[in-house]
Each structure stands twice: as structure tokens, then as C-alpha cells.
């Protein structure tokens, strides 16, 4: 199979490492994406063990394709519709890029569907329905230049909602860019980890998730499913594998977070509760300046407050100055982490960068920054 893997902006290496490592071949890193071949296994392994993949997209057919007669020809010819979509079962269609012809996505996802419809009418004597929210099928077409791609959409949800987090604090990370992040600190559960602002907890549960090899098996609507080479066994044992894991005697450094609002504490507390790790996980509901640190050396992870509106920044210039000098008073030896979307605010720290890395956190251009305390 020819298969995309959409990423985070700034993760696409991580998530080429993530393909290979379950058994992806021919892996292409994109912008935003990554492409690859694999066997079913690898298909249905990837949606339950990939951290970072937002979703995956089958192609199934390519074909030249400069305006609407030369797309509604190249639907209808480039794919079985008549075996792939029962007349009782519904679809939607999603496109994205553009040529000189083919401009609105909306135009070109009604041509898409147009000619699926008349083939099944002509050939079946009836026609699929239209389902935005619980489809059979998911078609998406990609449009570059004269060509277009057609791909299958494996999941309605994207896989970085992972399940445990119904309850958000008011900038949460996405799951799969906290699982990034944790990845390139490479921090591996075997010296402490702290989350000094952790909010509703996603760092934290992202980076023992990893550690502990949990996979995401929460109840997701797959399609892949409704596929009609789809293997049930071969998706199965791929899921027992999973289950069956057994992690031995597997120790863990302690982990702490630190929030200073208790909404969003007792947010956190129920979201890794809700994933299961409350035994692993110490959580303090105050100011990180009366955290008492007294641990060996570890890693320290911090998304704090960017502050995007006016005057926001000058409250946030106390809060970065605070958090430099208790890194420096308290924190000798270990790294620190700081995710920033305001450079100018994290020059308050007035400390010495190690390494920047640019990620895009939901639109905004950020870097992910390693601080080696002294
Ligand atoms: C951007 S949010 C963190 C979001 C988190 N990564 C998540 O995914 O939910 C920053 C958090 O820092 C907390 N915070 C701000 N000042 C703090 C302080 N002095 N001590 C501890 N927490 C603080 C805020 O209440 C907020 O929840």
C-alpha cells in the first residue's frame, strides 16, 4: 500500500523514525506529511502505536487531471466504486490543493461526488448517501497541478485525540505535538521529570504513555474496517500483540507536575486519571516558585503563558523573570525545556540556549528550546 501520514509542523522527521520503526518502507519526509509503503500489519499496527500521526490516507489511484471533465472522467475510471461503496452505504469527500482550472475545494469535492453518484445510478440503479459525521468512506483528493491523487481517509477522528482528555485546560497542546516534544527531549523515564506549568496535563501523560508503551486503543472509528480487503484477523493479532505487552519489571524516575490554578489542577488530575497514570504521576496545585525540588538532576518541560493579547506581556515578563531565576537557584544540573511562541518574553529568563527547534503549536511559529542549567 501507498500511504500518507499527516504530522505537526516541525515533527514530520520524528514521525518518519515513528513509520520505520513499525515497519514502513520507502519513506518520503513532506511538508506537514510523510509517505510510505507497508503491508496491512503495518497499516493497522501504526494507528494503534503512532504518537505523532494526526491521520493516515491510502491512495488508490493517480491520473492527470487539468479541469472538471478531465476530474469526473478520472473518477469515475481510476477506481471500483461499485465494489468499494454499496448504494446503502454513505461517503464524503474531502479535497485540498488547487490548479488553474479546479480553484474551490468545494466545487471540486461536488465534482467528486457527482461522478461517483451518476456510475453507481447508471450501473446500480440508486445512489450513496452523503455523510459528513459517520461515513463508510472517506474519499480524499489531492490536486497538484495536473495531477490528482485519490486516497482513502483510514479514521473519521483524528488519532491524536487520544481519549483521556475531555477536559481542556485554555492552551492545551495537542497529544501528538506533546508526544513530539517529549520525544526530541529524549527523555526515557529513567531520571525525574518535571512539568512546571502543566496545565491539563498532556506532557505529562504523552511522555509516560511513550515510556510505558500504551497504545492508543481507544474505541476509534476506523474505516479502514469497511475496506473490502480488510483482514480481521491480521488487525486483531496486531491488537493482542499490543495488549499482551508485557513490560516486566519496568522502574520509573518520579514524575511531578506543578499548576497554580485549581480548575485546571483538578483538570489535569482527571485527565491522567482518566488515562490511568495517577500512581505514576505526583501532581502539586501551586505557584512553581514554592515547589521544593529535591530529586537528582532530570529533565524539566514547560509550556508557560505566551501572552497573545495586549497587555498580557508585561504581566508575562515577571512570570519568565521568576522562572529563570528559580531554574538558577534550584534546578543545578538539570535541562530544561521551554516550548516558546514569544521571543521576546523568553529573553526574561536571561539564559543561555542550547538548541532551538521550530514547531508549529496550532498556528503559532514556536521553538521548542533546551536550556543546560549550571
Ligand atoms: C499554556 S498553559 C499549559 C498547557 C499545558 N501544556 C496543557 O497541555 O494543558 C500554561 C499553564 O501554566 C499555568 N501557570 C501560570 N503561571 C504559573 C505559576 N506561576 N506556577 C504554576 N503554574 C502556572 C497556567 O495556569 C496554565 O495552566
Known amino acids: 500500500m501507498n500511504v500518507v501520514a499527516s504530522s505537526p509542523e516541525g515533527l514530520e522527521r520524528l514521525l518518519a523514525k515513528e513509520v520505520s520503526d513499525f515497519g514502513g518502507k520507502q519513506i518520503k519526509i513532506l511538508k506537514r506529511s510523510v509517505s510510505f509503503k507497508?503491508?496491512?500489519?503495518?497499516?493497522?499496527?501504526?494507528?494503534?502505536?503512532s504518537k505523532i500521526a494526526f491521520r493516515f490516507y491510502r491512495e488508490v489511484s493517480r491520473f492527470q487531471c487539468s479541469d472538471k471533465n478531465s476530474l469526473y472522467k478520472g473518477i469515475q475510471s481510476s477506481f471500483d466504486w461499485i465494489s468499494w461503496l454499496p448504494t446503502n452505504k454513505s461517503f464524503c469527500v474531502r479535497v485540498t490543493g488547487k490548479n488553474l482550472f479546479l480553484r474551490h475545494t468545494h466545487f471540486t469535492a461536488l465534482q467528486v461526488k457527482n461522478a461517483i453518484v451518476d456510475l453507481?445510478?447508471?450501473?446500480?440503479?440508486?445512489?450513496?448517501?452523503?455523510?459528513?459525521?459517520?461515513?463508510?468512506?472517506?474519499?480524499?483528493?489531492?490536486?497538484?497541478?495536473?495531477?490528482?491523487?485519490?486516497?482513502?481517509?483510514?479514521?473519521?477522528?483524528?488519532?491524536?485525540?487520544?481519549?483521556?482528555?475531555?477536559?481542556?485546560?485554555?492552551?492545551?497542546?495537542?497529544?501528538?505535538?506533546?508526544?513530539?516534544?517529549i520525544q526530541i527531549t529524549k527523555w526515557e523515564g529513567k531520571t525525574p521529570l518535571i512539568d512546571i506549568m502543566c496545565g491539563s496535563g498532556?506532557?505529562?501523560?504523552?511522555?509516560?504513555?511513550?515510556?510505558?508503551?500504551?497504545?492508543?486503543?481507544?474505541?476509534?472509528?476506523?474505516?479502514?474496517?469497511?475496506?473490502?480487503?480488510?483482514?480481521?484477523?491480521?488487525?486483531?493479532t496486531e491488537?493482542?500483540?499490543?495488549?499482551?505487552?508485557?513490560?516486566?519489571?519496568?522502574?520509573?524516575?518520579?514524575?511531578i507536575g506543578c499548576e497554580s490554578d485549581i480548575d485546571i489542577f483538578e483538570q489535569?488530575?482527571?485527565?491522567?486519571?482518566?488515562?490511568?497514570?495517577?500512581?505514576?504521576?505526583?501532581?502539586?496545585?501551586?505557584?512553581?516558585?514554592?515547589?521544593?525540588?529535591?530529586?537528582?538532576?532530570?529533565?524539566?518541560?514547560?509550556?508557560?503563558?505566551?501572552?497573545?493579547?495586549?497587555?498580557?506581556?508585561?504581566?508575562?515578563?515577571?512570570l519568565y523573570s521568576q522562572l529563570g531565576d528559580f531554574l538558577k537557584q534550584n534546578c543545578s544540573g538539570w535541562t530544561f525545556w521551554l516550548l516558546s511562541g514569544n521571543p521576546k518574553l523568553t529573553k526574561f529568563l536571561k539564559m543561555k540556549a542550547s538548541q532551538k527547534i521550530p514547531i508549529n503549536n496550532g498556528g503559532i511559529d514556536c521553538r521548542w528550546i533546551k536550556y543546560l542549567i549550571n
Open 38 to 49: 507497508c503491508d496491512l500489519a503495518t497499516f493497522y499496527r501504526l494507528h494503534f502505536c
Open 120 to 181: 453507481q445510478k447508471k450501473y446500480l440503479g440508486s445512489r450513496s448517501d452523503i455523510s459528513i459525521k459517520n461515513p463508510h468512506l472517506i474519499i480524499h483528493l489531492h490536486i497538484n497541478n495536473k495531477e490528482a491523487i485519490l486516497s482513502l481517509q483510514s479514521t473519521v477522528e483524528s488519532l491524536h485525540k487520544r481519549g483521556y482528555r475531555p477536559l481542556m485546560a485554555d492552551a492545551p497542546l495537542k497529544e501528538n505535538l506533546a508526544a513530539g516534544l
Open 202 to 236: 498532556t506532557l505529562l501523560i504523552e511522555a509516560l504513555a511513550q515510556y510505558l508503551k500504551i497504545p492508543n486503543l481507544t474505541k476509534k472509528n476506523y474505516l479502514f474496517e469497511n475496506w473490502i480487503d480488510f483482514k480481521k484477523d491480521i488487525f486483531l
Open 239 to 255: 491488537k493482542l500483540k499490543l495488549i499482551n505487552n508485557d513490560l516486566g519489571d519496568l522502574k520509573i524516575s518520579k514524575v
Open 268 to 318: 489535569a488530575k482527571k485527565n491522567i486519571s482518566l488515562a490511568g497514570l495517577e500512581k505514576y504521576i505526583e501532581l502539586h496545585n501551586m505557584d512553581f516558585a514554592n515547589l521544593r525540588i529535591n530529586e537528582k538532576p532530570g529533565t524539566i518541560i514547560c509550556n508557560p503563558p505566551y501572552g497573545r493579547r495586549i497587555g498580557d506581556e508585561k504581566e508575562l515578563i515577571n
